[in-house]
């Protein structure tokens, strides 16, 4: 299992007023919205995830990684005792993804894309 991209996610609540600061402020431009998610990126590829509230999970992620086999990455979490908080699942929106809860009560969505 690899790791593709790991961004940053935040959770925010009026999501047009977030996406304008960050993009006035640092130059970044909108690759993806959902309109309770959109991420912005720069022409470097650095993201950065702006979030309201999950569609379908109970609690929003701090941070996502992408990984090339996110059924490999699911177990070696479960494994490694780590609590899934989101089963993993095939979201609408063309990703299979997991969440768990690090030591700390950090939530990482991990995910892969169809």
Not at 18 to 26: C, D, E, F, R, T
Not at 34 to 56: C, E, F, K, P
Not at 77 to 87: D, N, T
Request: hydrophobic share 50%.
């Amino acid at each position: 299992m690899t790791v593709l991209r790991v961004v940053p996610v935040h959770t925010v609540e009026d999501l047009q007023a977030a996406a304008a600061g960050y993009v006035a402020a640092l130059g970044l431009v909108e690759v993806m919205n959902h309109g309770w998610i959109v991420t912005l990126a720069g022409d470097d590829g650095h993201q950065v995830s702006l979030m309201t509230r999950d569609l379908t999970a109970a609690v929003n992620p701090t941070i996502s990684v992408e990984v090339d086999d996110v059924d490999a990455a699911y177990a070696s979490a479960v494994a490694a005792g780590l609590e899934i908080v989101h089963p993993l699942s095939d979201e609408e929106w063309g990703v299979r993804r997991f969440f768990f809860a690090d030591t700390s009560g950090n939530v990482v969505n991990v995910l892969s894309h169809a």
